[in-house]
């Protein structure tokens, strides 16, 4: 494998055969694209394209057909690769009788966590998420994005390497996906790899640096964001709006006469989500009863403790 590559996906195929062992569906179909170490990198593509099948087979749950899969430099099924992964499933698999803490507590006895390490790691990740009044209540009840940060902090429970977030913003409310896109940026910033599936392509763009399409199957493109996306063929020069009109139309000239083309002058409009975020950041009183936002990254994942070593 090719150094500093998380995932190396060389003509991936998968077909689901039926009870008979027919093939049924070929969800993907000779994939080959490469998610480097430290990168935050999005599978894009309509519903059905093969994102999840993918995912899973990075995971190991599922077995390619035909290709070569390499993740963290061993095939997926290798313990050691298991250990040092974190995967959110699309679907949150919560037992409904426990609470988060108890769920977390279970996952944190699977990695083998000692339990010094285990309750500060659940303690900041019901932090991080925002779930600290709920942490006794059980997730049976839970609305569906609240089952999703428990599913989150379940999925970062081991301080993985390398994390698989299949749509990960899914049912979270506009703090919580903007939280829950802060802490990928952050999980990136630490050198962490971290694959996601996603349809929120402003999302996307907001905190991945590559990313696949997928159609059918099919890989439509791969690569950088800013190479796939940039227009060189336009040029945008932006500064402050003169009160003057009279000074816009003589630059406006001066682009005509220099390049002999009309310059198409607009205003800069700020996204929604900033926004929405800043009228809501204004409004928040004391004691609201909705989900807390908190710090970005649980302490834990911000550093010192990656090999779950008690301290
Ligand atoms: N276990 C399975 N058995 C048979 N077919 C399956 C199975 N899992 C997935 N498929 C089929 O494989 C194709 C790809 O499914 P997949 O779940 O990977 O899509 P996706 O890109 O994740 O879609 P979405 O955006 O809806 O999550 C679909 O046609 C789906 O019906
Ligand atoms: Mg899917």
């Known amino acids: 494998m090719k150094n500093g590559a998380a995932v190396r996906a060389a003509g991936v195929c998968k077909t689901f055969r039926d009870f008979w062992r027919r093939p049924r569906v070929e969800a993907v179909r000779g994939v080959s694209f490469e998610v480097p170490e ?9 519903n059905g394209s093969g994102k999840s ?15 070569e899969l390499q993740v963290l430099g061993r095939p997926p099924r290798s313990v050691e690769v298991k250990r040092r992964i974190g995967y959110l ?7 409904p009788h426990l609470t988060p803490q108890e769920t977390l507590e279970f996952y944190a006895r699977l990695h083998g966590l000692p339990g010094d390490v285990a309750r500060r790691r659940i303690g900041e990740l019901l932090e991080m998420t925002g779930l600290v009044h709920a942490r006794n209540r059980a997730v049976g009840g839970f609305s569906k994005g609240m089952a999703r940060r428990v599913g989150l902090a379940q999925a970062l429970l081991n301080d993985p390497d390398l994390v698989l977030l299949d749509e990960p913003s899914s049912g979270l409310d506009p703090q919580g996906a903007r939280q829950v896109k802060d802490l990928i940026v952050a999980l990136g910033k630490r050198g962490k790899t971290v694959l996601m599936t996603s349809h929120l392509l402003a999302d996307v763009e907001d905190v991945c ?3 696949a399409v997928v159609f059918n199957g099919v890989l439509l493109a791969e690569g950088a964001l800013d190479e796939l996306l940039v227009r060189r063929e336009r040029t945008c020069m932006s500064f402050p709006t003169p009160e003057e009109p009279a000074l816009m139309e003589r630059l406006a000239g001066e682009v005509r006469s220099v390049l002999g083309h009309e310059p198409e002058v607009t205003h800069p409009r700020q996204a929604l989500e900033p926004f ?3 009228l809501v950041r204004k409004a928040q009183t004391p004691g609201a009863t909705g989900a807390v936002p908190s710090a970005p990254l649980a302490p834990f994942l911000a550093g010192g403790d990656s090999k779950g070593a008690a301290e």
Do not use: D, H, N, Q
């Open 38 to 46: 430290g990168c935050v990198y999005a599978l894009l593509g309509p």
């Open 89 to 95: 499933p699309e679907e949150s698999r919560l037992y």
């Open 53 to 67: 099948t993918i995912v899973k087979m990075i995971l190991g749950l599922l077995f390619p057909t035909a290709g």
């Open 209 to 211: 640096s590559r990313i």
């Open 276 to 278: 929405f975020l800043e």
